[in-house]
C-alpha cells in the first residue's frame, strides 16, 4: 500500500481525534451532570435540550470531518418537527425525546477510549513503524467510518416520521374541534336564537289572528323577514363547513366566488388538469379562505391575486397583495394556525411580508388524485 494523498487524510484524521473526541466527552459530560442535576428546577430540563442542540452541532461538524478526511458521504438528518405556533412544552419535549441528539451524544461519549488509542498508535506508526503506517491508517480509519455511518447516518427517519405523525395527530384532533366549537356557537348564537324568537313570533302572531288581523299579518310578515335571515344564516354556515359550490364546480368557481366577496379586487388564476381529492381540495379553499379575510381586514392593499396549480406530486397555492406588509406567523392573524394544519397533512406554509409589503404567503399540499383512498407521503 503507498503514501497517497488518502493515506495522509486518514492520519490526520486520526491524530484529531485525540483532542476532537477529548472536547466532545467534556461537552457530553458536562451536558449530562447539569441538565440531569438541576432537572428538579425550571432550568435544568430547558439546559438538557439546549445542550442536544449542541451535540447536533458537534454531529455536524464531525460528519463534515469525515467527510473531508475519511471520504464518508452520510446525509445530514432533518431539523426537529417545530411548526411555529406549537409553545414551550412542546419544543421541550421535542427536544427531549430528539433521537438524532442522544445517538450524538452517545457517539461522543464512547469515543474517548477510541480516540486515545487511534492517536497513540497511528503516532508510533508514524514514529517507530513507518512501513506499516498505511496499513494502520486504513484499518483504523476504517473502523472509523463504520462508527460514523452507524451513529451520526440519519437511520432514525422512520422513528422521527412516525414523531411527526403522532405531533401532527394532534394537531387535527384539536383543530376538528375547535371547528365542532365554532359550529355550535354559531347555531346556538345565530340560527338557534333566531329561530325560537321566529316561534315565539308566530305564536302571538296566532293569538292575535282573531281580535287584531292587521296586527297579526304584521307580526307574520316580520316573522317572514326572520326566516329569510336564518336561511341566509345557515346558508352562510353550510358554506363555513364545506361549500356547495366547491362539491359541484370546484376550485377555480370556488375560490372566484370567495375572491368576489373580499374587500379589494382580486385576481385568481387556476390551472389544473384536474380536481385533487376532495380532502385536499377543501383544504385548499378553506387556506385561500383564511388568507383573503386576512387581506380584507388587515392588510390595506389595493389589489390581490390567488394562483393555483400543480407541481409534480403537490398542489401549490400563493396569495399575494400589496398591502403594508409585516405580517408574521405570531402576529394573532390565524398565520400559526394555517401552517399546523397544513403541516399536519404534509403541506408546507411560507410567509413573505417585509415591512412596507407585499405579502405573498405560498402554500403546498399533497397531490391526491380524486377518488384516492391512500393519503400521500
Same mark, same amino acid.
Given at each position: 500500500?503507498?503514501?497517497?494523498?488518502?493515506?495522509?487524510?486518514?492520519?490526520?484524521?486520526?491524530?484529531?481525534?485525540?483532542?476532537?473526541?477529548?472536547?466532545?466527552?467534556?461537552?457530553?459530560?458536562?451536558?449530562?451532570?447539569?441538565?440531569?442535576?438541576?432537572?428538579?428546577?425550571?432550568?435544568?430540563?430547558?439546559?438538557?435540550?439546549?445542550?442536544?442542540?449542541?451535540?447536533?452541532?458537534?454531529?455536524?461538524?464531525?460528519?463534515?470531518?469525515?467527510?473531508?478526511?475519511?471520504?464518508?458521504?452520510?446525509?445530514?438528518?432533518?431539523?426537529?418537527?417545530?411548526?411555529?405556533?406549537?409553545?414551550?412544552?412542546?419544543?421541550?419535549?421535542?427536544?427531549?425525546?430528539?433521537?438524532?441528539?442522544?445517538?450524538?451524544?452517545?457517539?461522543?461519549?464512547?469515543?474517548?477510549?477510541?480516540?486515545?488509542?487511534?492517536?497513540?498508535?497511528?503516532?508510533?506508526?508514524?514514529?517507530?513503524?513507518?512501513?506499516?503506517?498505511?496499513?494502520?491508517?486504513?484499518?483504523?480509519?476504517?473502523?472509523?467510518?463504520?462508527?460514523?455511518?452507524?451513529?451520526?447516518?440519519?437511520?432514525?427517519?422512520?422513528?422521527?416520521?412516525?414523531?411527526?405523525?403522532?405531533?401532527?395527530?394532534?394537531?387535527?384532533?384539536?383543530?376538528?374541534?375547535?371547528?365542532?366549537?365554532?359550529?355550535?356557537?354559531?347555531?346556538?348564537?345565530?340560527?338557534?336564537?333566531?329561530?325560537?324568537?321566529?316561534?315565539?313570533?308566530?305564536?302571538?302572531?296566532?293569538?292575535?289572528?282573531?281580535?287584531?288581523?292587521?296586527?297579526?299579518?304584521?307580526?307574520?310578515?316580520?316573522?317572514?323577514?326572520?326566516?329569510?335571515?336564518?336561511?341566509?344564516?345557515?346558508?352562510?354556515?353550510?358554506?363555513?363547513?364545506?361549500?356547495?359550490?366547491?362539491?359541484?364546480?370546484?376550485?377555480?368557481?370556488? $375560490?372566484?366566488?370567495?375572491? #368576489?366577496?373580499?374587500?379589494? +379586487?382580486?385576481? /385568481? @388564476?387556476?390551472? %389544473? =388538469?384536474? *380536481? &385533487?381529492?376532495?380532502?385536499?381540495?377543501?383544504?385548499?379553499?378553506?387556506?385561500?379562505?383564511?388568507?383573503?379575510?386576512?387581506?380584507?381586514?388587515?392588510?390595506?392593499?389595493?389589489?390581490?391575486?390567488?394562483?393555483?396549480?400543480?407541481?409534480?406530486?403537490?398542489?401549490?397555492?400563493?396569495?399575494?397583495?400589496?398591502?403594508?406588509?409585516?405580517?408574521?406567523?405570531?402576529?394573532?392573524?390565524?398565520?400559526?394556525?394555517?401552517?399546523?394544519?397544513?403541516?399536519?397533512?404534509?403541506? $408546507?406554509?411560507?410567509?413573505? #411580508?417585509?415591512?412596507?409589503? +407585499?405579502?405573498? /404567503? @405560498?402554500?403546498? %399540499? =399533497?397531490? *391526491? &388524485?380524486?377518488?384516492?383512498?391512500?393519503?400521500?407521503?
Amino acid at each position: 500500500m503507498s503514501f497517497d494523498r488518502y493515506v495522509w487524510k486518514e492520519v490526520a484524521h486520526l491524530l484529531c481525534n485525540l483532542p476532537v473526541t477529548l472536547f466532545e466527552f467534556v461537552y457530553v459530560v458536562f451536558v449530562l451532570a447539569v441538565g440531569v442535576g438541576l432537572s428538579v428546577t425550571v432550568v435544568g430540563l430547558p439546559l438538557l435540550v439546549l445542550g442536544l442542540s449542541g451535540a447536533r452541532v458537534l454531529g455536524r461538524m464531525e460528519r463534515a470531518r469525515a467527510r473531508a478526511l475519511l471520504g464518508v458521504r452520510v446525509d445530514e438528518p432533518s431539523r426537529l418537527p417545530g411548526p411555529p405556533g406549537r409553545g414551550f412544552f412542546a419544543w421541550l419535549w421535542a427536544g427531549l425525546k430528539d433521537p438524532v441528539a442522544w445517538r450524538t451524544m452517545l457517539y461522543q461519549f464512547v469515543r474517548l477510549p477510541w480516540g486515545v488509542l487511534t492517536f497513540v498508535l497511528t503516532l508510533v506508526s508514524l514514529i517507530v513503524l513507518w512501513p506499516l503506517l498505511p496499513f494502520v491508517a486504513r484499518g483504523l480509519g476504517n473502523a472509523d467510518r463504520a462508527m460514523v455511518r452507524g451513529l451520526l447516518s440519519p437511520s432514525d427517519e422512520l422513528e422521527r416520521r412516525i414523531a411527526e405523525l403522532e405531533s401532527d395527530r394532534g394537531v387535527v384532533v384539536d383543530t376538528a374541534a375547535a371547528d365542532l366549537r365554532r359550529i355550535e356557537r354559531d347555531l346556538h348564537d345565530g340560527a338557534q336564537a333566531r329561530l325560537v324568537a321566529l316561534a315565539m313570533g308566530l305564536g302571538l302572531a296566532k293569538e292575535k289572528l282573531l281580535e287584531d288581523p292587521e296586527a297579526a299579518a304584521t307580526m307574520v310578515e316580520e316573522a317572514h323577514g326572520e326566516v329569510k335571515l336564518a336561511l341566509q344564516e345557515l346558508r352562510d354556515l353550510a358554506r363555513g363547513i364545506h361549500p356547495a359550490v366547491l362539491t359541484d364546480r370546484g376550485l377555480d368557481a370556488a $375560490l372566484s366566488a370567495i375572491a #368576489s366577496r373580499c374587500t379589494v +379586487p382580486v385576481r /385568481v @388564476t387556476v390551472d %389544473l =388538469p384536474e *380536481r &385533487p381529492a376532495e380532502a385536499i381540495e377543501g383544504i385548499a379553499y378553506f387556506t385561500v379562505s383564511e388568507l383573503l379575510q386576512n387581506v380584507s381586514k388587515h392588510s390595506r392593499a389595493r389589489t390581490a391575486s390567488v394562483e393555483v396549480w400543480r407541481a409534480g406530486d403537490r398542489l401549490m397555492l400563493q396569495v399575494r397583495d400589496d398591502g403594508r406588509g409585516g405580517a408574521r406567523l405570531d402576529g394573532g392573524t390565524g398565520m400559526a394556525g394555517l401552517a399546523e394544519r397544513l403541516g399536519a397533512v404534509d403541506g $408546507l406554509f411560507v410567509l413573505e #411580508s417585509p415591512a412596507g409589503g +407585499p405579502t405573498t /404567503v @405560498t402554500a403546498e %399540499l =399533497p397531490w *391526491r &388524485p380524486r377518488g384516492a383512498t391512500r393519503p400521500a407521503r
